[in-house]
């Protein structure tokens, strides 16, 4: 337990406001209507911690699709590039040498929120959308003062375009580099292939960020509603879900679930995160699995079971048999979620953009910027 204070780091940066419709929430007002949960009309869902005019109260998701098929995508795919893999990796160890093992964790998040908003695009790299900038959905909540690894992939991108230049797609280097990640933090446990052959989007909208990907105060059924929107089943909401094995998340994002608010987190965790949160801030950020927090393992199934996770949406996995079914299942046989994890990683890899009348996608030169040629 003490180690979650210990790790505790604190946030420079802004306090996100959430700008919806001409109303302006600041972060102290929406933690002012989190604790008071009674207040009338008041859910706690998605991204923010009450009943949103914007959301209000709607699934945050449309209608569920087939699970994709990553037609066009092979094993092998940079033939014409034969480094390219390994141009990757190197960037990724080097990128967690010096002791920075939490960048893997956020290039595995970085490759998840890719991947849930225009398919696996690389859109989630881009810092300018046609006319405007900082309107991208590197902006919107899931997102902003949060993701992290951002460096690395334009690091490798620079080094491929030396050594094969206009080859290999941006989308490509952030499934690569989540591969690569999720084998080193797993200490070689979890190794497989990735599928290749995506191309780079040219659009990206904060909004579409907010409204694909799911959030921690998601209930099972808003989660599982998400997954759907991307044709990912129950099974692969749960098995992906285990990446909280790793890596750190803020304060603002579990308070719901601390005292003197009721919840079914251990108490002692409770206790110890609730001191941490109140001398360090909402901003402040604590590691996700406290027992062991810089592994990617099965751990998290064994810390849903006992109240060990942070979010309302972690614990959502306990909250009904079929649900708690496979986190037993997991947090019993350390191998089969090892093997689902890379089967599912796969997977949402193969997530395409389905907009129609979408700008050609392309090779991109710089992963921040689409082509302006
Ligand atoms: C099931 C729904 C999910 C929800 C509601 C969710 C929500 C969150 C939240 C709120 C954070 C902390 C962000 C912050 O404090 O700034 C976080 C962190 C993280 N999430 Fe998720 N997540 C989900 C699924 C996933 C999936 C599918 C993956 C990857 C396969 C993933 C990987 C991570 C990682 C690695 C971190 C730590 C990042 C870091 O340390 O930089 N999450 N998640
Ligand atoms: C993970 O990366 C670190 C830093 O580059 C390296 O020292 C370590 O050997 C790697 N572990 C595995 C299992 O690849
Ligand atoms: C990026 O956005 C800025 C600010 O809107 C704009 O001045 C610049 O021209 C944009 N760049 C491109 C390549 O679109
Ligand atoms: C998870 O569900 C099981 C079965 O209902 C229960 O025994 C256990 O206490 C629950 N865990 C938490 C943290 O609520």
């Not at 350390?334 to 599912?344: E, L, S």
């Amino acid at each position: 337990m003490a180690k979650v204070a210990a790790l505790t780091i604190t946030l420079l940066g802004l306090l996100v406001s959430v700008t919806c419709q001409g109303s302006i929430y600041s972060a102290q007002q929406q933690q002012d209507a989190s604790s008071s949960s009674s207040s009338p009309g008041c859910i706690l869902r998605g991204w923010i911690p009450f009943l949103h005019p914007c959301r209000d109260g709607q699934p945050p998701t449309p209608n569920p699709l087939p699970p994709p098929s990553g037609a066009g995508l092979t094993v092998g795919y940079y033939k014409n590039c034969p480094g390219a893999e390994g141009i990757v990796r190197k960037a990724v160890e080097k990128a967690m040498d010096n002791g920075n093992r939490g960048i893997g964790a956020g290039l595995i998040r970085i490759f998840f929120h890719d991947c849930f908003v225009r398919g696996c695009d690389a859109s989630v790299l881009l810092r300018n959308t046609s006319g405007s900038s900082d309107q991208t959905e590197m902006f919107g909540l899931p997102n902003i003062n949060s993701l992290r690894g951002f460096q690395v992939i334009n690091d490798a991108k620079a080094e491929l375009e030396k050594a094969c230049p206009r080859t290999v797609s941006c989308a490509d280097i952030v499934a690569f580099a989540a591969r690569d990640a999720t084998r080193n933090l797993s200490y070689g446990a979890i190794d497989f292939q990735m599928p290749a052959g995506r191309l780079d989007g040219r659009v990206s909208l904060k909004e579409e960020a907010e409204k694909n990907l799911p959030g921690p105060f998601d209930s099972l059924d808003d989660l599982q509603k998400s997954f759907a929107a991307q044709g990912l089943g129950f099974n692969d909401m749960v098995t992906l879900s285990g990446a909280h094995s790793i890596g750190v998340a803020r304060c603002r994002f579990f308070t719901n679930r601390l005292p003197p608010n009721p919840s079914d987190m251990d108490r002692d965790l409770a206790r110890s995160l609730k001191a941490t949160c109140d001398q360090n801030g909402l901003d402040s950020k604590v590691v996700q699995d406290p027992v062991t927090p810089v592994a990617l393992d099965n751990q998290y199934y064994k810390n849903v079971h006992n109240g060990k996770v942070l979010f309302t949406s972690d614990a959502a996995l306990n909250s009904t048999d079929d649900a708690r079914k496979v986190v037993d299942g997991f947090a019993n046989n350390a191998v089969d979620w090892y093997r689902a994890f890379a089967d599912a990683m796969v997977k949402m890899g193969n997530i395409r953009d389905r907009t129609i009348n979408r700008p050609k996608p392309e090779i991109r030169e710089k992963c921040f910027i689409y082509n302006t040629y």
